[in-house]
């Protein structure tokens, strides 16, 4: 599933998702597990909040010794069951995920190629995600986050992507008219129904392979 997506600015979170950031927050424009990156979500009065968080449900700080969880992606269908996943989704801790283009393997051919995918138009987006607060060593309170994932199989353009044979999974884009219903929602059977496919006309997508790095060996 997506493990790597490229967010936005500060300043594009204020003008296209209408929500300030914090000054003091700052993070990278690709985004990889455990990397701090901004959501939204609503505060108490309703009304749309920045945050920052650690991409992945649960942080490697806060994994337990010699165990490995791969949690930037929660399958909706068992979100509500999973003990990483229950309690926030039972008490309807959700957000949305801002982003620019999102990347997956595409195997159309013998070896996989890394496509970036977004919207049709070229506007910046957001995914359905899910987050928790955590209490650190210090005392201080830090978030994170994860997305949300659907069956893709029978997707007209999500289905191209993964490995041959695996089932096809995708992130769910929310449109614009239903942030705020989706921020707002406080029943978790009600919040499932957000959680469909994306019309794949207003998607696109194209081969993004990542540059290999050379290291210029020095020379004595």
């Not at 496509?115 to 957001?126: L, N, R």
């Not at 995914?127 to 005392?139: I, M, S, T």
């Amino acid at each position: 599933m997506c493990v790597n997506y490229v967010t936005v600015s500060r300043q594009l979170a204020f003008d296209f998702f209408r929500t300030s950031m914090e000054e003091s927050d700052d993070w990278r424009d690709e985004l990889y597990q455990d990397y701090v990156g901004p959501i939204i979500v609503h505060d108490e009065a309703g009304n749309r909040k920045g945050l920052t968080g650690t991409y992945g449900f649960i942080p490697k700080r806060h994994m337990p010794p010699g165990q490995r969880l791969t949690t930037m992606n929660a399958r909706a269908e068992t979100v509500g069951q999973l003990r990483t996943y229950k309690s926030a989704w039972a008490k309807s801790q959700l957000c949305l995920v801002p982003m620019v283009r999102f990347f997956e393997p595409n195997w159309e051919q013998p070896m996989h190629v890394r496509w970036s995918i977004g919207m049709a138009t070229g506007e910046p987006f957001a995914v359905a995600g899910l987050y928790r607060e955590w209490v650190e060593e210090d005392g201080k309170k830090a978030i994170s986050f994860t997305q949300l994932t659907i069956n893709a199989d029978d997707h007209p353009f999500m289905s191209r992507f993964h490995r041959p044979g695996e089932e096809k999974r995708s992130l769910v884009i929310v449109p614009p008219s239903e942030y705020d219903e989706w921020l707002g929602c406080k029943d978790p059977e009600r919040a499932r129904t957000y959680l469909q496919p994306y019309p794949a006309d207003l998607m696109c997508g194209e081969p993004a392979p990542k540059t290999p790095v050379f290291k210029q060996r020095e020379l004595f």
